[in-house]
């Protein structure tokens, strides 16, 4: 028996991956501190797992309507209108199963074979992977450390050609944690409006924001609501990637096709979770405020700490809870370094390569995780760095 040609492109995220090496090691006696899993490490609030509980024992338990409950689309669309600017019509709103399923959908919904998708290098690396299932061709924008880790809208001009269907952003981004500005995403609407083009604005950090950087969401901009999907969900910001709840805002002329993805693929997200949801994004956000105070401050002391250490330098990014120092200081690329790091020092990082060629000479290292791990990491990358610089800089 063989597998379907279309398997062979069909890519992986190897966070899930490496995650599971770091775990192999660790059942062998040795101490691993993870950086390389993109997950708060925060219990859900337990208003919201009370809802939760609630909506079970009270009979919550029967298929919902496939694009959602109403009360979670309502909440949705109220939502958007306040942090985005933008207010959805709630029947334009589809609750997923992870907000990765808005990427599926979108993906699928959009992309002939031949079409090509503008993705971000470094960048989510499934929107690469499923654009190439789907028989698209994915066209690297590169998002350099010099520009602060934003994509240049020339650069993006000069990639755009007649096959060109759709451009995904992600801001704040994984991995750098930059966030685009208004002007930029000003820019990158005229782009789309010009030459016809879909845009999937992946916002799943939208709410993980620091030093008062604001969330401009592309949808909001003039003539932008009809050809974007906004992907959002609630893994991020409420500690609930267990649960798998994302939702897309979708223009109206993507409705049916998406609503039928959903149907075809898992029928509905999970009732239950959909009612925490709803007290999620409308309850108390006091520990919302209190998960990005703690957030912030273990992002300070890892960009200190990490621009300490020879051979690395370290943007302060504004958003999500991802660092992406740049190393070539230590005379190894990205994936050399995270392999010496998880097997001479037990520290579980990524290679910038999981994101995309360029970022060879980085590493990626998720803070969210504690204050105590994070000293105890830089600590030990340290042990392994300085002796590298410090050889490399004699043989120099
Ligand atoms: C940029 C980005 N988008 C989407 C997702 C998917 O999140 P989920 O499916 O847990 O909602 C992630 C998760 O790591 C992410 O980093």
């Known amino acids: 028996m063989q597998l379907a040609s279309r398997m062979s492109s069909i890519g992986t995220e190897t966070a899930f991956e490496a995650a599971a090496r770091a775990r ?29 509980k609630r909506a079970i024992d009270t009979g919550k338990t029967h298929y919902p309507p496939f694009p959602g409950i109403p009360e979670l689309r309502s909440a949705i669309a109220a939502d958007s209108a306040l942090r985005r ?7 334009n709103v589809y609750v ?11 993906i699928l919904a959009l992309v002939d074979p031949g079409d090509e998708v503008i993705v971000p290098d470094p960048g989510y690396p499934i929107y690469e992977s499923v654009t190439r299932f789907v028989g698209g061709t994915p066209v690297a924008i590169p998002i350099r450390q010099e520009n602060e880790f934003r994509l240049d809208p020339d650069e993006l001009a000069s990639l755009v050609t007649p096959r060109t269907k759709l451009i995904v952003i992600n801001s704040p981004a994984n991995p750098t944690g930059g966030v685009l500005t208004r002007g930029d995403l000003e820019r990158i609407a005229a782009i789309a409006i010009e030459h016809d083009l879909a845009v999937l604005s992946d916002e799943i950090y939208s709410r993980i924001l620091y030093d008062g950087a604001e969330h401009v ?43 039928r993805l959903l149907i075809n693929s898992v029928s509905g997200a999970t009732t239950f979770a959909q009612w925490g949801a709803v007290e999620a994004i409308a309850g108390p956000q006091d520990e919302v405020d209190a998960m990005l105070r703690e957030f912030q401050a273990r992002r ?63 590493i990626r ?32």
């Open 85 to 91: 600017g933008f207010a959805p019509d709630p029947a």
């Open 217 to 259: 969401s592309i949808a909001a901009l003039p003539g932008m609501a009809e050809r974007t999907i906004v992907l959002d969900g609630f893994s991020k910001t409420w500690a609930m990637t267990g649960w798998r709840l994302g939702y897309g805002i979708v223009p109206s002329w993507m409705g049916h096709g998406f609503g």
């Open 300 to 362: 300070d002391l890892v960009v200190v700490g990490l621009n300490a250490i020879p051979g690395m330098t370290c943007l302060r990014p504004a958003g999500a809870f991802y660092v992406f120092p740049e190393i070539s200081g230590t005379g190894l690329t990205g994936a050399e370094l995270a392999d010496r790091l998880l097997n001479e020092a037990g520290v579980s990082v990524l290679a910038g390569t999981a994101f995309g060629d360029v970022g060879r000479n980085h």
């Open 96 to 106: 997923t199963v992870g907000g990765k399923g808005v990427m599926y959908y979108a």
């Open 365 to 396: 290292l998720s803070y969210a995780t504690s204050r105590e791990n994070i000293s105890a990491a830089l600590e030990r990358i340290a042990g392994v760095v300085a002796p590298l610089v410090a050889t490399g800089a004699a043989a120099r």
């Open 24 to 52: 192999a090691l660790e059942a062998t006696g040795r101490s691993v501190i993870h950086l390389e899993i993109g997950e708060p490490d925060f219990d859900t609030p337990a208003n919201i797992r009370e809802a939760a």
